[in-house]
């Protein structure tokens, strides 16, 4: 591992639902600005990793750090997530979805924010959706606005929980188009759980595959993907080539 | 037509219907979001103070409660004019009602909005006024509606405890004048009018409303 | 000696009383859960009437009776039904408008039994030949009505809460026998929190009844 500034690191991590173990005895380092994919079976625990270092869920016992910050609410507006279901808020319009986390809880000034917002919107490509409910745009178009929003922020971290998952295939590429965009811009690190595995290979530094809530294996995308150590590996990478 | 003559005296009571029911609604309609929301708290010993409350005023009618606190509660040394008393209990049982039609409404805005916020660094307050209320009130409006003419009807309860409103204007009209036909007959339309008004201002805020938020914003439920 | 503020055998004594209030309650409970339910079930079909103004008109009606308060229709009743020549006693009076305004709510949720009848059992019916009042009670009432039970007993709760106002048109019942105590005795605390204890119990119980018939209605 390169020598550089490990941003998250989680240690015997362990979250359960009633009796079911979704994370067990997790251990997991990201470096900054590493692109990490996290790939596996449903219920597998990679978005449950998403959700812990979002907040989202609390964890029955073990260690998270993000920036050696434990209490990950008081980092938690260095880390932004974006959904599988999109989560734009239906009453407001696309540019104040972007707008109001910085105008509201980083009390930025409200120009500023929007004139930002409005490069953001460019990024993704939608300037012109500017004023449009999310209720007009397709889930392509509201995924982008969920990264602009999410981007808004200024985190350092960005989850992105199975965000094609939901969407028509044609529009798929789009919001891959605009994460691709975003992991050459290089000073982001990225956590992405995901079934692509051809844009995982494109664009993780690393993937992970998850199985039973542990780390099976970690690696370059090409080790993982085309000379896994483990069965189970093998067989998931096959079974999601040939679909 | 002879009903002119019997005017003035109703309109005298009407007023003072009035004068009950726009403070009693409006308190009511705030006690109803103050009550339906602490519902959705953390707070064990505000939800089960609130589910009391309501279990109370809807367990029993506005008539019991209003009797309660006009005779029965200067027994334990409160003592409230009519007017007070009237505002008090009406307030309280459009409250209870209007308590269980916010929680509803809130809880019926998807989990996922309050994680998006949540993931926006968005505190649980910033949230709740932000992004849960607003997309929770459309859905308050019509059934409030018909809670404030369910109180409209419940203000002529307030007869009965001395207060000089429409209906004990009625009445007194009937004993002095015994055209009892008539008399009911124009009280009763006077009242629907009042309540065709209220469902016609509900339907006017809606309208707004939706039009605050476009007119495909409601598609995005 | 001080009175205590809430005198309990004050409170033990005026009991029998007030059960016999409850009596006459209960008696107009019943009797107005019968024309509700029978009355509203009147209204609702007629609404369904092909002669738009008959339609029309009930839904004008209904709109109406739930409008207006019950207390000002149980005046009009109580001094109005006199002078046309019907001469009833109060307890029949007070029934016959608690059960009209009752009526107009579960007219109401007839109608949404009704119209959650799908359309082509209507036109199989007519398919099958079938005369509009034979259809309306061998195919469209049997699956209306079932489902709309929990939600009329929800009613008949409500009906039931609102008979202390028939204490203003002279019926004998609890609240009525309350106040009378009351009075007698100018202990009014006493007398109305039993009343509002008895109302609550026995509301709380039968809509916990409802609740169950409820849950046990979805599950068939």
């Known amino acids: 591992m390169p020598d550089r500034e490990l941003l998250i690191r ?46 989202l869920e609390a964890i029955d016992a073990g260690i998270v750090e993000i ?40 009390k930025e000034d409200a120009a500023q924010a929007r004139a930002r917002a409005m490069d953001l919107l460019r990024m993704v490509g939608l300037e012109d959706r ?114 | 037509m002879a009903l002119f003559d019997l005017l003035p005296p109703l309109v005298g009571g009407l007023v003072v219907t009035v004068s009950v029911a726009v403070p009693a609604a409006a308190i009511g309609v705030l006690l109803a979001f103050a009550a339906g929301l602490a519902r959705a708290t953390s707070s064990l010993m505000l939800r089960s103070l609130v589910r009391g409350y309501v279990a109370v005023f809807r367990g029993t009618s506005a008539l019991v409660q209003l009797f309660w606190v006009y005779f029965a509660l200067p027994l334990v040394g409160v003592e409230l004019d009519a007017m007070t008393a009237a505002i008090t209990v009406l307030a309280l049982n459009t409250g209870a009602y209007g308590a269980e039609v916010v929680r509803g409404a809130v809880e019926a805005v998807p989990r996922t909005q309050g994680e998006a916020a949540r993931a926006l660094g968005f505190s649980p307050r910033l949230t709740l006024w932000r992004i849960v209320l607003p997309q929770a009130l459309p859905a308050t409006l019509p059934p409030l509606g018909n809670l404030l003419i369910e109180l409209l009807k419940n203000t002529a309860l307030v007869s009965l405890v001395t207060l000089s409103d429409l209906t004990f204007q009625a009445r007194v009209l009937r004993d002095d004048t015994l055209r009892t036909g008539e008399i009911f007959s124009l009280v009763l339309v006077m009242y629907f009018a009042i309540a065709l008004c209220i469902t016609a201002g509900v339907r006017v805020l809606e309208r707004r409303l939706a039009a605050a938020r476009g007119s495909h914003g409601r598609a995005g439920f | 000696m001080d009175e205590p503020v809430f005198d309990w055998s004050y409170t033990w004594e005026i009991a029998p009383r007030l059960l016999d209030g409850l009596v006459v309650t209960v008696q107009a409970t019943v009797l107005a859960t019968v024309i509700a339910t029978l ?182």
């Open chain 3, 39 to 220: 009355l509203g079930l009147v209204l609702a079909i007629g609404r369904r009437s092909r002669q738009r103004i008959v339609a029309w008109f009930v839904a004008v009606v209904v709109e109406f009776i739930r409008s207006t308060p019950l207390l000002v229709q149980l005046y009009f009743l109580f001094f109005v039904l006199p002078s046309v020549g019907v001469v009833l006693s109060p307890l029949q009076t007070g029934a016959i408008g608690l059960g009209v305004h009752y009526a107009a709510y579960m007219s109401e949720v007839y109608r949404a039994g009704i119209e959650s009848v799908p359309r082509q059992q209507w036109e199989g019916a007519v398919a099958l030949g079938f005369s509009r009042r034979r259809t309306w009670l061998s195919i469209v009432l049997p699956q209306a009505i079932p489902p709309v039970i929990p939600a009329l007993g929800n009613y008949v709760v409500a009906l039931f809460k609102e008979t202390p106002l028939l204490s203003a048109i002279t019926v004998v019942e609890l609240m009525q026998v309350a106040q009378i105590e009351g009075s007698r005795s100018f202990r009014y605390l006493e007398a109305f929190t039993l009343v509002g204890v008895m109302f609550l119990a026995l509301s709380t119980i039968s809509a916990a009844g409802v609740r169950i018939l409820e849950l046990r209605l979805a599950r068939s």
């Open chain 1, 130 to 243: 500017a004023e449009a409910r999310p209720a007009q745009l397709s889930g392509g178009q509201q995924q982008r606005v969920a990264i602009a929003r999410a981007l808004a922020m200024r985190p350092r971290i960005m989850l992105f929980d199975e965000v094609t998952s939901a969407l028509d295939p044609e529009l798929v590429g789009e919001v891959l188009g605009v994460m691709r965009r975003l992991a050459s811009e290089g000073n982001m690190t990225m956590l992405i759980v995901t079934h692509q595995m051809d844009f995982a290979r494109e664009i993780a530094d690393r993937i992970v595959f998850l199985h039973e809530g542990r780390i099976l294996e970690h690696g370059p995308p090409s080790r993982i993907l085309d000379a896994p150590e483990h069965e189970r590996t093998r067989r998931f990478v096959k079974a999601l080539r040939d679909r």
């Open chain 1, 67 to 106: 920036q050696g910050e434990r209490d990950l609410a008081k980092v938690r507006s260095h880390v932004g997530m974006v959904f599988q279901q999109f989560n734009l808020f239906p009453h407001m319009t696309v540019l104040r979805n972007v707008t109001e986390a910085p105008i509201h809880v980083l």
């Open chain 1, 10 to 55: 989680m240690r015997g991590v362990v979250k359960r639902f009633g009796d079911h173990t979704v994370l067990d005895q997790l251990d997991l380092d990201v470096p900054a600005n590493e692109k990490l994919a996290l790939i596996g079976p449903s219920g597998s625990g990679k978005s449950t990793i998403l959700r812990v270092l979002m907040t």
